[in-house]
């Protein structure tokens, strides 16, 4: 579990990862998993309200998992703001964002753009960041497998290697892009 703090070295980049680490240390996050509503459930598996899953997240906050699952949560979002403010005051900083992000914003990326050099953390952030964290983790039922989704019966085949799966689909997907740009 501890390895979700150090994917966003991976996602983000070594720098804005320690300063996210330091911020949470010291109480200065920028944006938190609560803010989201990612603190009840470690992950879409867990969203259920089911007597099992409800047993499964007591159990989890119980020995701790849940609240390094949170620290994880946090370092990625706070080293995702971090890094995207440092991209967001530079030209190059800003055709990075665009190329990954100009088209999915629409007219809202030079909001948040804007929002980024001047340190608000708003919705457009805030979505921002959302997405970025959900490249490694399926804290939503978007990320989660069309027959996951078809078949709750048959959800516990996925359950906690959802997260895996993701994470090699991160690398799968910077390999591929990789090749293509050469």
């Not at 150090?6 to 998993?33: E, M």
């Not at 259920?48 to 699952?69: C, P």
């Not at 939503?140 to 078949?151: A, D, G, I, Q, T």
């Amino acid at each position: 579990q501890l390895a979700d703090v150090a994917i966003p070295i991976y996602t983000q980049d070594l720098r804005s990862t320690i300063l996210a680490v330091a911020r949470q240390a010291t109480g200065k996050k920028i944006i938190s998993a609560k803010e989201l509503g990612l603190d009840t459930n470690i992950s879409q598996e867990f969203a259920s309200q089911a007597k099992t899953s409800r047993m499964l997240n007591k159990l989890l906050k119980g020995t701790l998992f849940s609240h390094i699952d949170q620290l994880g949560k946090n370092t990625s979002l706070n080293a995702a703001v971090i890094r995207a403010q440092r991209l967001a005051k530079t030209e190059s900083g800003v055709t990075t964002l665009s190329k990954k992000y100009a088209e999915i914003f629409g007219p809202k990326f030079n909001t948040l753009l804007a929002d980024l050099k001047s340190g608000k953390v708003t919705d457009v952030v805030k979505d921002y960041a959302w997405m970025e964290l959900t490249r490694t983790q399926p804290i939503s039922m978007l990320e989660m497998p069309l027959k996951y989704m078809k078949h709750p019966n048959g959800r516990s085949y996925l359950m906690l290697k959802s997260f895996v799966i993701k994470q090699i689909d991160l690398v799968r997907r910077d390999a591929m892009q990789d090749i293509a740009s050469l």
